[in-house]
């Protein structure tokens, strides 16, 4: 799909979390490509750690040169299962994100530290036909719970937009070989975030050894979306330590 070759910039693949969905990268990627990034933001499926880590997985198999894996929430533990080695993915960027550990689940990273109101918010529900179900928050608790700092229009449309995850999602195990043991990480998250604690996030970021972590002060759990110049400037970063060998390379050689 993208075309890029060993010389090229890498390619940013963006991956959403639950209850958001692709154009939630919307101006993150706007700055990305106006710096000359390639990029992607994939429609996340939701269906499983394991059905959409293999999804990503593929995906990944479709685009030539390195590449920058972003994974925003529920996201986050999906690039962390894609991959296992910096053949192709440089660096990953967790953005409000998990970063489990092998046998780790999102539900017990939220659960070990306190401060997550998510449960209370959602809506019934929904029974799927293998016994599952799908999940989605309340259109009346979408704001207060998701994106706080989003103004009111907006964050009434992403409450409407948003696509649901399946319950499973939450309760599904990470496997071996988590890509942060062995590709570089950066972690950027909201002070204020309401889904997954920022104790949690402190304690991802300090278990992956990320090359930096941000709190961004007053942001809920949709940094991308209210702060997206601040989470676009750490994925260019991110980029950078990609691209400088090559750069590099090309003056000297």
Not at 34 to 58: E, F, H, I, Q, T
Not at 210 to 223: C, D, F, P, Y
Request: glycine share 8%; aromatic share 8%; net charge neutral.
């Amino acid at each position: 799909m993208t075309q890029n070759t060993a010389t090229d910039k890498p390619t940013v693949v963006l991956v959403h979390g639950a209850f958001a969905e692709s154009a939630s990268w919307n101006d993150v990627v706007s700055t990305l490509l106006g710096a000359g990034y390639p990029a992607v933001a994939l429609a996340n499926p939701l269906r499983g750690v394991k059905y959409d880590s293999d999804y990503l997985a593929g995906f990944l198999k479709t685009v030539q040169g390195s590449v920058v894996l972003v994974g925003h929430s529920y996201g986050g533990a999906v690039i962390t299962a894609a991959v296992s080695d910096a053949s192709k993915v440089k660096a990953l960027v967790y953005v409000d994100a998990f970063a489990p550990e092998q046998g780790e689940t999102p539900g017990d990273l939220t659960a070990r530290f306190p401060g997550s109101t998510l449960v209370p918010t959602l809506a019934p529900p929904i029974p799927l036909g293998d016994g599952t179900n799908d999940l989605y928050i309340k259109q009346t608790d979408y704001r207060a719970q998701f994106c706080a700092d989003v103004p009111e229009a907006q964050a009434a449309q992403m409450a409407v937009t948003q696509r649901p995850i399946v319950d499973r999602a939450f309760t599904e195990k990470a496997g071996p070989n988590p890509a942060w043991k062995a590709i570089p990480s950066w972690f950027i998250f909201g002070e204020l975030d309401k889904n997954i604690p920022p104790a949690a996030h402190r304690f991802m970021a300090g278990r992956a050894k990320a090359r930096e972590t941000v709190e961004v002060k007053g942001a809920s759990h949709v940094a991308g979306v209210s702060h997206p110049g601040t989470v676009a400037a750490m994925i260019l970063r991110a980029a950078q330590t990609v691209t400088a060998p090559t750069m590099a390379a090309q003056t000297t050689g």
